[in-house]
């Protein structure tokens, strides 16, 4: 049985996680579980699941928490402290589920205990990703890409011969503004940029995904797990979502995983691997699916990818400081403050506004994430709540 801990275990990836270990129930069992703001659902879990322990961010949501497991022997506690200890459980397996770069600190803290993380949090490589590669060989851990197209690239990937690799292909949906034009996407609304055509995910990375911010932090974070230059990792846009990334050899082979868009085929790859369990996906049905179409992204209309990729060649904390002006522009833009344009915008002025050339430790991390904060909050006209950057943990 192998022993496993969900970080973020409420949301659109921890969910699928839950609902693969509930179909599972003798091969898996649970350590423990997080959410940050719904105590009542992380409470029916912690039950479902007979895990141990159940920890809440939101030291405001505690008392729900408590009150909803009262008698039943499962641990409790609260705050950005609470979800370190619920990652450093001995658990072998866990789940970085967490959105944002307030999945850092807990991930950081499995990674440190040599676990073998499942990473769906591709913010964490984002904001300190050197460092946090580093942390993997350091301490013996294990990272498995869940985001469907690095998991999709790692199925495809000869490790044991890397250099017999010329590149990598991520796809991308395109979003639910694909065809927009730049003053259509001008006028879009929240509830229009949360509804993907393909996936059903957070709220977060729905608006990444519409942006195409998404395919710029996969773009990093892709560098990270596999090692290669950007010119070494190709973007296309395969509105089917059926394709999910692909090895290109240097033989001119192309090795590509397909699936239907569900996260439970990257989960349960993770959370088997190195063996595989049911998923109970729906099966791919090449002939009904009937036309898989590919086209090059267009960095005129989506300048969140171009933002990405130049952040990346500048090195340095310059992809920490995208990260969390993303973020903050992305809540920005979700409470109606900023139009969708203004996130891209936002992003790229902070960049030209924070000096981040050398990043060294974790310190610098926390320091850059705070100073791009406070910029984009600026730019988009409202104050950092102290909470968001204290949630770091660092
Ligand atoms: N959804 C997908 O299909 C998908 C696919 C590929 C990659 N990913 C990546 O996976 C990660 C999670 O995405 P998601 O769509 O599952 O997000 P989500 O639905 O918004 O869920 C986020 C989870 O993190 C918790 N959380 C949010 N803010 C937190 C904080 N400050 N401190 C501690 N916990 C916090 C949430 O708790 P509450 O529920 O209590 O708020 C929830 O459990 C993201 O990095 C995303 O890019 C997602």
Not at 272 to 289: E, F, M, N, S
Request: net charge negative.
């Amino acid at each position: 049985m192998r022993r496993v801990t969900i970080l973020g275990s409420t949301g659109s990836v921890g969910q699928s996680t839950v609902d693969l270990l509930l179909r599972n129930p003798d091969a898996f069992v649970v350590e423990a579980l997080t959410a940050n703001r719904n105590p009542a659902l992380l409470a029916e879990q912690a039950r479902a699941l007979g895990a141990r322990f159940a920890a809440i961010g939101e030291p405001d949501h505690y008392p729900a928490l408590k009150d909803a497991l009262a008698g039943t022997g499962i641990e409790t506690a609260c705050g950005p402290a609470s979800l370190v200890e619920a990652a450093v459980r001995p658990a072998e397996w866990v789940m970085a589920g967490i959105v944002g770069a307030a999945g850092l600190a807990p991930t950081l803290a499995a990674i440190r205990r040599g676990a073998i993380v499942a990473l769906a949090n591709k913010e964490v490589l984002v904001c300190a990703g050197t460092l946090v590669m580093q942390e993997v060989e350091r301490c013996g851990a294990t990272l498995l890409p869940v985001d469907s197209e690095h998991n999709a690239i790692w199925q495809c990937f000869d490790r044991e011969r890397a250099e017999t690799i010329d590149r990598i292909i991520l796809t991308a949906s395109g979003g639910p503004f694909r065809e927009r034009s730049i003053e259509e996407m001008r006028w879009v609304t929240p509830q229009q940029a949360v509804a993907h055509p393909n996936w059903s995910m957070g709220a977060k990375i729905s608006v990444d995904s519409a942006t195409m911010m998404n395919k710029g932090l996969e773009l990093i974070e892709a560098h990270h797990l596999f090692q290669l230059p950007p010119e070494r990792v190709d973007i296309v846009v395969h509105a089917q979502s059926i394709v999910h990334g692909a090895v290109v050899y240097r033989d001119g082979s192309v090795l590509a995983q397909l699936g239907s868009p569900d996260m439970r085929t990257p989960i349960a790859y993770a959370l088997a691997w190195p063996g595989r369990i049911d998923a109970p996906t729906k099966r791919l049905d090449l002939a009904a699916v009937g036309r898989l179409t590919f086209e090059a992204p267009d960095e005129l209309r989506f300048p969140a990818l171009r933002i990405a990729r130049e952040a990346l060649l500048r090195g340095g904390g310059a992809p920490t400081v995208l990260n969390a002006a993303n973020e903050t522009a992305v809540h920005a833009f979700l409470e109606g403050r900023i139009g969708f344009l203004e996130i891209a915008e936002t992003v790229e002025r902070t960049l030209e506004a924070v000096s981040a050339d050398n990043l060294e430790s974790l310190e610098d991390v926390y320091n850059f994430d705070k100073a791009a904060r406070q910029v984009a909050a600026r730019l988009s006209g409202q104050t950092v709540p102290a909470r968001a950057a204290a949630s770091m943990g660092l």
